[in-house]
């Protein structure tokens, strides 16, 4: 399955959720905010939500600094 993380192309070996594809890009854990093909997914949706081929995800972490 292919897919395109922050613009990247990002081949996955088998279909996971979001929240397994934020701890294999190294966000696991960490403050973020994920779109799917342009729609914002709820922090307590990740487990419920499944990828598909050619799915688009945003992933952005805030941004600290001043």
């Known amino acids: 399955m292919n897919i395109l993380v922050n613009g990247q ?3 996955l ?3 996971i959720n979001v929240e ?3 701890e294999e ?3 696991g854990g960490k403050l973020v905010a994920v779109a799917r ?3 914002f997914i709820p ?3 990740y487990a419920d939500i499944t990828l598909k081929d050619n799915d688009k995800i945003e992933i952005v ?3 600290q600094g001043g």
Do not use: V
């Open 37 to 39: 093909n342009g729609e």
């Open 43 to 45: 922090k307590e949706s």
């Open 9 to 11: 192309p990002l081949a």
């Open 20 to 22: 397994a594809l934020l």
């Open 61 to 63: 972490a805030p941004m």
């Open 13 to 15: 070996e088998k279909i």
């Open 25 to 27: 890009t190294g966000y």
